[in-house]
């Protein structure tokens, strides 16, 4: 164990993952979601394979006992991929990654519903403080609070909200994989499954992409394949509880590159509504090292919003 190594390559993976979603942002206002969910898993499968044969994994990345429990966990990853992709295009991306922590939250909600896990007042709490942090994001943007809100950015919060339902049921299929499945497996499926169901968006408009954004979008697919190699790879070398907390350096890289990149200015309302929601995300890391709930295959099987 090295925490020091797992922290850096936990950071190198949420800079990635954050790096990929500002590739597929810079083309969302003419790529469909589903095109970019297709560009993303696909084109991470090589940079899997390439990594599992190099590990010696290969056999037991293809390897599975449990397939219905990979289609079902790629469902729900694939549709929650394709929200958060839809979303980029209404919203700034920081306010897409601070609404996104509420995945985390509700795999509380989930996993108590459909895992049986048990759920104190403590965590509820936490839980409670991170969804008025969410209301204080999305407050500005949605018209029912706020008069000069547009609908576009009100249906952008509700894309982002909704991926996020889709990436806590998600995580709860995962917690049930991780039982009988290697994180390799977990891993490599999860692409096939998304870019195969993605084919299925064909219909509803695929365009050609320009040489700008094809490169942008392979790029982006390839980034995520490496991101997951140093996502997993982190928890290989630190505990759960102590990387996990670093998830949340990703608001602080979602908002450099909205400033210098798509020159989008954090409010003081999305600033105070984030800070709560990833206080509560901290808490509930913290209060699941103390009760000894180590989630690390889990979550090194988990790429963000998937």
């Avoid at 190198?12 to 206002?29: D, H, P, R, Y």
């Avoid at 601070?98 to 965590?123: D, K, S, W």
Wanted: charged fraction near 10%; aromatic fraction near 12%.
């Amino acid at each position: 164990m090295n925490p020091l190594r797992g922290i850096a390559l936990k950071l190198i993976s949420v800079l990635v993952f954050i790096t990929m979603a500002a590739m597929i942002k810079a083309t969302a206002e003419h790529i469909p979601p589903g095109e970019a969910v297709f560009f993303r898993s696909f084109f991470a499968i090589p940079v899997i394979l390439i990594w599992l044969v190099w590990r010696g994994e290969l056999s037991t990345g293809l390897r599975t006992q449990n397939p219905f429990g990979h289609f079902w966990r790629g469902l729900m990853g694939t549709v929650a991929m394709g929200l958060g992709f839809a979303a980029l295009a209404y919203l700034p991306l920081p306010e897409v990654t601070a609404i996104g922590y509420t995945a985390p939250l509700l795999t509380v909600i989930f996993a108590a519903m459909f895992l049986g896990e048990q759920v104190r007042a403590f965590r509820i709490s936490c839980v409670i403080l991170g969804m008025i942090g969410v209301l204080i994001v999305v407050s500005p943007r949605l018209s029912v609070l706020n008069t000069g809100a547009s609908h576009a950015e009100a249906f952008g919060a509700m894309l982002v909200l909704s991926g996020a339902v889709f990436t806590a049921l998600a995580q709860v299929f995962v917690r049930k994989l991780v039982n009988t499945e290697q994180t390799a497996s977990i891993v490599f499926w999860f692409s096939v499954t998304a870019a195969l169901l993605s084919l299925l968006t064909l219909p509803w408009g695929w365009v050609w992409p320009s040489a700008t954004e094809a490169g942008l979008l392979v790029t982006a697919g390839l980034l995520g394949g490496v991101g997951q190699i140093f996502l997993t790879s982190s928890y290989r070398s630190a505990d759960a509880s102590v990387i996990a907390p670093f998830d949340y350096a990703s608001m602080l890289f979602a908002l450099l590159i909205g400033w210098f990149f798509f020159s989008e200015v954090p409010t003081a309302t999305m600033l105070i509504g984030a800070s709560l929601v990833i206080s509560a995300g901290v808490l509930i890391i913290w209060r699941e090292r103390k009760l000894g709930l180590a989630r690390a295959r889990a979550r090194k099987a988990m790429p963000p919003g998937a």
